[in-house]
């Protein structure tokens, strides 16, 4: 049982580079969230998804897509990368809306 | 938008001591969660505290919650120095969100 993984765990983008971060989790959760998290913030929402197939946009949605094609996975994506979205991005996914959440180690993402 | 706050900021006790730290909101919730974060690590789940519920009890954790001030507080008595970490704490909005603090940096000196 891995509970919720992330890959990459670094990654260095010249502004304008794309990027797909994958998050997979085990635990047959419906919910799945992805954050960011800048130093000295706490998390920000960047988009959920509440079941396979559907996705919403949380606090800080502009830039980033994302997808959720299959219950366990949920990619988050970056079409054109800009130096503000260096950060620490974190996946996470739980049972309930309001209930636990289980988090992925994070993404170390520089853009230059 | 933050809808919890932390107090303080950081704090540094020496191992063996108690450590509070204080969340404060500002809309209605139904749960307030406390989570763990080791340096460069994903967030642990410590505990949740629903509305109805004034303190809860996990281990050497106390969690207590204060509706009409909108506030909570989490003690770890008898801190470890395995306890140095950041503390958030987390309410729910009326989405399928939860809104966390900027968090406690709390350091248990050996």
């Known amino acids: 049982n891995a509970g919720v993984t992330q890959t990459p765990k670094f990654r260095v983008l010249k502004t304008g580079q794309s990027m797909t971060l994958l998050c997979a989790q085990d635990?047959?959760?419906?919910?799945m969230y992805w954050y960011r998290q800048d130093p000295g913030m706490g998390l920000r929402l960047i988009h959920y998804?509440?079941?396979?197939?559907?996705?919403a946009k949380g606090e800080v949605p502009d830039g980033y897509n994302v997808s959720r094609l299959k219950k366990q996975n949920f990619l988050l994506g970056l079409e054109s990368a800009a130096p503000s979205q260096t950060s620490v991005y974190f996946c996470?996914?739980?049972?309930?809306?309001?209930?636990?959440?289980?988090f992925g180690p994070g993404t170390r993402l520089t853009v230059l | 938008s933050q809808q919890g706050e932390e107090d303080p900021q950081a704090l540094s006790i020496q191992e063996g001591e108690n450590a509070t730290m204080n969340c404060s909101y500002k809309?209605?919730?139904?749960?307030l969660q406390w989570y763990r974060q080791n340096s460069g690590r994903g967030l642990v789940h410590l505990i949740l505290?629903?509305?109805n519920e004034r303190e809860k009890h996990s281990g050497r954790l106390r969690v207590t919650l204060d509706t009409s001030k909108k506030s909570s507080s989490l003690l770890i008595t008898a801190s470890r120095a395995a306890d140095t970490a950041s503390y958030f704490c987390?309410?729910?909005?009326?989405?399928?969100?939860?809104?966390w603090g900027a968090g406690t940096k709390l350091i248990i000196k050996p």
């Open positions: 996470a996914s739980s049972y309930g809306s309001h209930g636990e959440q289980f």
């Open positions: 635990m047959n959760h419906e919910y």
């Open positions: 998804s509440v079941g396979e197939g559907t996705t």
């Open positions: 809309t209605s919730i139904n749960n």
């Open positions: 505290i629903r509305s």
């Open positions: 987390a309410t729910d909005d009326s989405n399928y969100q939860l809104i």
